[in-house]
């Protein structure tokens, strides 16, 4: 597969969540042509055939528009909650003792059923409990034979079936429930390029999920545990990319320190050279507006700045009343965000440190080039994607084309900073390597005549790790005549 279409006017990717207001092959190509560079499939909502119809939805998008496409399943992971009321729900008040236990009977305004017992056994006085995504806030008090006595701190309303939240503990249990392994199973078959795990409080939960994608899949790790924070470093490098949940993880940290949290997380994961998206509330008030707060658009921007790889939309984009003018918002403001002299200053704020090998040598040697040469693009020659990657973490700003022979791979790119990805036929010489770099950056629009371009590569070619070429050439006048040919 080739494309002639040419890169986004942006280095950051759009990921857009998929749902009821955007379900039909229609209503996702009107999203990628508004700026969506990747899908997002909430295994949360929904039944198997629907989740495999928007797979399917994205997969019929491909030949359209002749660009690879990428999927992200994100799995629901444990979802812990109180039982039921007599009467829906109670009233609780500061100050007042309640009790959760295990017992079935429904509950009143003096206790409810909470249906984990493992959480019961790791609770402490003086541990909280957040309900309802934290609108309501419990203190421990007293341990009992399967409960726990509590003392309200913010009352308000608690209804049937509302979130648990228990920041000041390791919960013990595990990332993946039965539900999120069934899931897992029919994303894979159905043949996701990513797979989100939510939960994560440790690198074991995500070398467990590791093991059971077996690679057929890259896997990005959600940070919304504040114990997540705590093994960050371990988590990431067993993650091939990491999500700031925001959500979750502003219940159970006080708000304002979710702000720094982001900003450590995406300078984490940009030093590891592992794609970081952030999400959740970026463009809440579009799901019934047809624009945003100005806050919206400057919490964005800051994500931007702070330099993500990509930014996502859920429910603005999958069940709210203005889903392309959403994406089409977020392409607006990444845009104009790197249309910003600062921004370029703020992408050397992280130091990268190259490790000692030839590929993290020859990319850290691309960007001088590139910068004392004002080369138009970097084209990179990959089979697994790790090179491309790792040039991603430079933030070289400039085009950067990456071809691969394989569709998975091409697929996979789709969340990382500044790729545009093209499935192709491998190279077998190193006068093909520089002819093809040419012919493909003409034909993607990426460079014109005159134009230097700094190619990367290995020999020998298609053998996966070898990146050991490092190639600048000069696109001539006399390419333009052979752009048509086939790639």
């Given at each position: 597969?080739?494309?002639?279409?040419?890169?986004?006017?942006?280095?950051?990717?759009?990921?857009?969540?998929?749902?009821?207001?955007?379900?039909?092959?229609?209503?996702?190509?009107?999203?990628?042509?508004?700026?969506?560079?990747?899908?997002?499939?909430?295994?949360?909502?929904?039944?198997?055939?629907?989740?495999?119809?928007?797979?399917?939805?994205?997969?019929?998008?491909?030949?359209?528009?002749?660009?690879?496409?990428?999927?992200?399943?994100?799995?629901q992971g444990p979802k812990l909650r109180v039982g039921r009321f007599a009467g829906?729900?109670?009233?609780?008040?500061?100050?007042?003792?309640?009790?959760?236990?295990?017992?079935?009977?429904?509950?009143?305004?003096?206790?409810?059923?909470?249906?984990?017992?493992?959480?019961?056994?790791?609770?402490?006085?003086?541990?909280?409990?957040?309900?309802?995504?934290?609108?309501?806030?419990?203190?421990?008090?007293?341990?009992?034979?399967?409960?726990?006595?509590?003392?309200?701190?913010?009352?308000?309303?608690?209804?049937?079936?509302?979130?648990?939240?228990?920041?000041?503990?390791?919960?013990?249990?595990?990332?993946?429930?039965?539900?999120?392994?069934?899931?897992?199973?029919?994303?894979?078959?159905?043949?996701?390029?990513?797979?989100?795990?939510?939960?994560?409080?440790?690198?074991?939960?995500?070398?467990?999920?590791?093991?059971?994608?077996?690679?057929?899949?890259?896997?990005?790790?959600?940070?919304?545990?504040?114990?997540?924070?705590?093994?960050?470093?371990?988590?990431?490098?067993?993650?091939?990319?990491?999500?700031?949940?925001?959500?979750?993880?502003?219940?159970?940290?006080?708000?304002?320190?979710?702000?720094?949290?982001?900003?450590?997380?995406?300078?984490?994961?940009?030093?590891?050279?592992?794609?970081?998206?952030?999400?959740?509330?970026?463009?809440?008030?579009?799901?019934?507006?047809?624009?945003?707060?100005?806050?919206?658009?400057?919490?964005?921007?800051?994500?931007?700045?702070?330099?993500?790889?990509?930014?996502?939309?859920?429910?603005?984009?999958?069940?709210?009343?203005?889903?392309?003018?959403?994406?089409?918002?977020?392409?607006?403001?990444?845009?104009?965000?790197?249309?910003?002299?600062?921004?370029?200053?703020?992408?050397?704020?992280?130091?990268?440190?190259?490790?000692?090998?030839?590929?993290?040598?020859?990319?850290?040697?691309?960007?001088?080039?590139?910068?004392?040469?004002?080369?138009?693009?970097?084209?990179?020659?990959?089979?697994?994607?790790?090179?491309?990657?790792?040039?991603?973490?430079?933030?070289?700003?400039?085009?950067?084309?990456?071809?691969?022979?394989?569709?998975?791979?091409?697929?996979?790119?789709?969340?990382?900073?500044?790729?545009h990805a093209v499935h192709t036929r491998d190279i077998s010489s190193f006068e093909?390597?520089?002819?093809?770099?040419?012919?493909?950056?003409?034909?993607?629009?990426?460079?014109?005549?005159?134009?230097?371009?700094?190619?990367?590569?290995?020999?020998?070619?298609?053998?996966?790790?070898?990146?050991?070429?490092?190639?600048?050439?000069r696109v001539s006048g006399d390419e333009l005549d052979r752009v048509k040919k086939?790639?």
């Open positions: 597969m080739t494309t002639h279409r040419q890169p986004r006017a942006r280095h950051v990717k759009v990921l857009a969540t998929l749902g009821p207001a955007s379900s039909t092959p229609e209503q996702i190509r009107a999203l990628y042509e508004a700026g969506a560079d990747a899908f997002r499939v909430n295994m949360s909502h929904g039944d198997d055939a629907s989740r495999q119809a928007l797979i399917a939805g994205v997969r019929s998008l491909e030949p359209l528009i002749g660009r690879p496409m990428t999927i992200l399943a994100d799995l829906d729900r109670v009233a609780l008040e500061a100050g007042q003792p309640f009790r959760l236990d295990l017992d079935e009977a429904p509950g009143t305004r003096h206790r409810v059923r909470l249906p984990h017992p493992e959480i019961l056994a790791v609770l402490r006085p003086g541990h909280r409990l957040l309900l309802d995504d934290g609108r309501l806030v419990l203190r421990v008090t007293a341990l009992g034979e399967g409960h726990v006595e509590t003392e309200v701190l913010v009352p308000g309303m608690l209804s049937n079936n509302k979130g648990v939240n228990v920041p000041d503990v390791v919960v013990p249990l595990p990332a993946l429930t039965p539900k999120d392994r069934r899931d897992l199973a029919l994303a894979l078959e159905a043949g996701v390029d990513w797979v989100a795990l939510s939960f994560v409080q440790r690198s074991e939960d995500v070398a467990e999920a590791r093991k059971l994608i077996g690679g057929h899949a890259l896997l990005m790790s959600k940070i919304e545990k504040p114990a997540a924070l705590d093994d960050l470093d371990a988590i990431i490098e067993l993650s091939d990319a990491i999500m700031v949940a925001r959500g979750d993880l502003g219940v159970e940290l006080p708000p304002e320190a979710v702000p720094g949290a982001q900003k450590r997380l995406v300078a984490a994961a940009r030093r590891a050279g592992k794609p970081v998206v952030v999400a959740t509330q970026m463009l809440e008030s579009m799901i019934v507006s047809p624009s945003p707060t100005r806050a919206e658009v400057s919490d964005v921007a800051n994500a931007i700045y702070d330099g993500v790889d990509a930014i996502m939309l859920s429910a603005e984009s999958a069940a709210g009343q203005w889903p392309v003018e959403a994406v089409a918002m977020m392409d607006a403001i990444a845009r104009a965000v790197e249309r910003d002299d600062a921004y370029a200053q703020q992408m050397g704020f992280v130091e990268t440190v190259p490790e000692p090998t030839t590929a993290d040598a020859l990319c850290q040697a691309a960007r001088t080039i590139q910068a004392t040469m004002g080369a138009k693009a970097v084209v990179c020659f990959t089979t697994s994607g790790s090179t491309a990657r790792r040039i991603g973490r430079e933030r070289i700003p400039a085009d950067f084309l990456v071809m691969t022979p394989k569709l998975s791979t091409a697929r996979r790119m789709g969340l990382s900073w500044g790729v093909e390597m520089v002819g093809k770099s040419k012919r493909m950056a003409l034909r993607h629009h990426i460079a014109g005549a005159g134009d230097r371009l700094v190619v990367m590569a290995g020999v020998p070619f298609g053998v996966p790790g070898s990146t050991n070429v490092l190639h600048v050439v086939p790639g």
